[in-house]
């Protein structure tokens, strides 16, 4: 009962960031229960700092309202048991059912309060720090200052040997590089179309096409994924996984239409990239043709973006040491930009 209690105070938790994004229009898609706590995932992160801000403190100002709520309860029912009752050694915990959840409540309040990421915290600190400087230095001085918690955390888990202090160090470490990088991705990318991401030469493969066929592709280039075309038109997507499947369950003669899957999403060479991204990486094909009409014009991979998102840091890099020629921009030097 009282694990179902706090996975209850978890989703409600939840519910409250889900809750203040709708305000703002933005819809939750799912929301997952760990071991650690819940995940909201956000169809986006609100861009306004403010609405941040508010999405963020939603979440721990419900476990503030439950806390107050028992807190009025067990003060009603006759106070608190007395602290030395409470804590006692090894695993097990005294004090009444409400006051154990009221613990749990106070517990989840101070742990999201961290000034990190991928704590509510961080992101609070972020969109405070967004208000006056803009969104990647905020979200690289919150990462920063993260990390620097993590290790703190690290160092007094390791001198007190206490092993669930480095395991909060390690998620909270890897939680800010993570947000750092998303959040320069998003900077990085922001404004550009699909086609100026996407993969142009590749090879494709016909329905017709046996396995041999895909294998031999695999291993004379770099190309892993394959879009199988059909009368010009995109008719399924053959991924290494699916060839690999196939190929134990039929072996090398086998025709690519039978293990093609069909369920795949495309997207357009005009549409805005990180929505063609967000797609990409929600789905489960690792590649997705680009069409034009019904013609594969190129395809899109997480990797492929990945790559232009470092040529770019480089480009712009180079460009704030350097002071900027006239006429010209960081992008005039990639692939697919306009020619001056
Ligand atoms: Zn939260």
Redo the contacts with the bound molecule.
């Keep these: 009962m009282f694990i179902l209690a706090v996975f209850a105070v978890v989703v409600l ?2 519910l ?2 889900a809750i203040a994004a709708r305000q703002y229009g933005i819809k939750t898609r799912d929301i997952t229960l760990l071991p650690i ?4 995932r956000l169809e986006r992160i609100p861009e306004k700092p403010a609405q941040e801000l508010v999405v ?1 403190v ?3 100002l419900v476990n503030v309202v439950i806390a107050a709520i028992l807190f009025a309860g067990i003060m009603a029912t006759g106070g608190f048991t007395p602290m030395g009752e409470f804590i006692r050694e090894g695993p097990e915990v005294g004090g009444t059912f409400a006051e154990r959840l009221f613990a749990v409540n106070v517990g ?1 309040v101070l742990f ?1 309060m961290i000034p990190a990421f991928p ?2 915290g961080g ?1 609070v600190l972020r969109a405070l720090l967004a208000m006056t400087t803009d969104y990647v230095d905020a979200t690289n001085v919150a990462a920063l200052i993260g990390q620097g918690i993590a290790f703190l955390f690290g160092a007094v888990g390791v001198l007190g040997q206490n092993p669930w202090l480095l395991f909060i160090a390690l998620f909270v470490w890897i939680g800010a590089a993570a947000e750092a990088s998303v959040a320069q991705m998003r900077a990085a990318i922001a404004g550009l179309p699909v086609r100026r991401a996407m993969i142009r030469e590749f090879t494709t493969l016909a329905p017709t096409d046996t396995l041999r066929t895909a294998a031999d592709h695999i291993v004379r280039g770099y190309q892993a994924d394959f879009p199988v075309v059909e009368d010009g038109k995109v008719v399924g997507i053959l991924t290494l996984q699916d060839l690999l499947s196939g190929l134990s369950s039929a072996g090398l003669d086998a025709s690519v239409r039978e293990f093609m899957r069909t369920d795949f999403q495309s997207a357009t060479p005009r549409e805005p990239l990180d929505r063609a991204l967000s797609r990409l990486r929600e789905g489960e094909c690792p590649v997705m043709p680009v069409v034009d009409g019904e013609r594969v014009v190129g395809l899109l991979t997480v990797e492929n973006v990945g790559e232009l998102v470092m040529i770019r840091e480089a480009v712009r890099t180079r460009h704030e040491a350097v002071p900027k020629p006239l006429g010209e921009s960081p992008t005039d030097a990639l692939p697919g930009a306009p020619v001056r």
């Design positions: 938790h939840e409250g960031h706590g819940g995940v909201a963020a939603a979440g721990p989840l999201n704590m509510d992101r």
